[in-house]
Nanobody, 121 residues
Framework: QVQLVESGGGLVQPGGSLRLSCTAS????????MGWYRQAPGSERELVTS???????NYADSVKGRFTIARDNAKNAVYLQMNNLKPEDTAVYYC???????????????WGQGTQVTVSS
């Protein structure tokens, strides 16, 4: 079994900052990609940013220059630093990881439980 546990969401004023954390645990042989998605009410879940085990990073255009993803491979953790937050960043943020377990040759996709980020004055 693999679990992704997130923390760090909350309420912040426009222009403020938040840092999200996500740690993977369990039957893990390797983690290929880790990332963050978000889903606003009435909208589909969308990719915010991702990072590969080699350090290649991808950002959605809407967050470039404001959000920064980082990864600690030794801790199986991924972080999302969010600066200059805007009301349109309000959403539930989900950690995502593509993980190969010790008992399977096939990688699977795992999701965290989600953490609410609300940007409002």
């Amino acid at each position: 079994q693999v679990q992704l546990v997130e923390s760090g969401g909350g309420l912040v004023q426009p222009g403020g900052s938040l840092r999200l954390s996500c740690t993977a645990s369990g039957n893990i042989f390797s983690i290929n990609v880790m990332g963050w998605y978000r889903q606003a009410p009435g909208s589909e879940r969308e990719l915010v940013t991702s990072i590969t085990s080699g350090g290649s990073i991808n950002y959605a255009d809407s967050v470039k220059g404001r959000f920064t993803i980082a990864r600690d491979n030794a801790k199986n953790a991924v972080y999302l630093q969010m600066n200059n937050l805007k009301p349109e960043d309000t959403a539930v943020y989900y950690c995502n990881a593509i993980i190969q377990s010790w008992t399977s040759l096939v990688s699977s996709t795992y999701w965290g439980q989600g953490t609410q980020v609300t940007v409002s004055s």
